[in-house]
């Protein structure tokens, strides 16, 4: 069974940081592609930043371009997201998402499995 569960979500004021992490079991994760996603109240679902199976390969939304920095573990089955000089406009549930192969990808409809999401509120 795939699991994909997301932690470190939470409440801090603008301008914190926080380090979102993904765990993922039931994949064979060096095989895939990750990305998060996220979802701010009453809008859709927008991505945010991606990773190529080796790490070598990094895309970013222009919203979070250089405050925010995606990673992962390969031998922890691990992917994170650091967030700093964090905004309001930043609020919303972040998933995590995979998809297997070696292709960078930003597209939700192309993912092939999703975590239940961790809330970040950033407050003014």
């Known amino acids: 069974q795939v699991q994909l569960v997301e932690s470190g979500g939470g409440l801090v004021q603008a301008g914190g940081s926080l380090r979102l992490a993904c765990v993922a079991s039931?994949?064979?994760?060096?095989?895939?592609?990750m990305d998060w996603f996220r979802q701010a109240p009453g809008k859709g679902r927008e991505f945010v930043a991606a990773i190529d199976w080796s790490g070598g390969r990094l895309e970013y939304a222009d919203s979070v371009k250089g405050r925010f920095t995606i990673s992962r573990d390969n031998d922890k089955n691990t992917m994170y997201l650091q967030m700093n000089s964090l905004k309001p406009e930043d609020t919303a549930v972040y998933y995590c998402a995979a998809r297997m192969g070696t292709v960078l990808n930003t597209e939700e409809s192309k993912m092939d499995h999703w975590g239940k999401g961790t809330l970040v509120t950033v407050s003014s």
């Open positions: 039931g994949i064979t994760f060096r095989a895939h592609g």
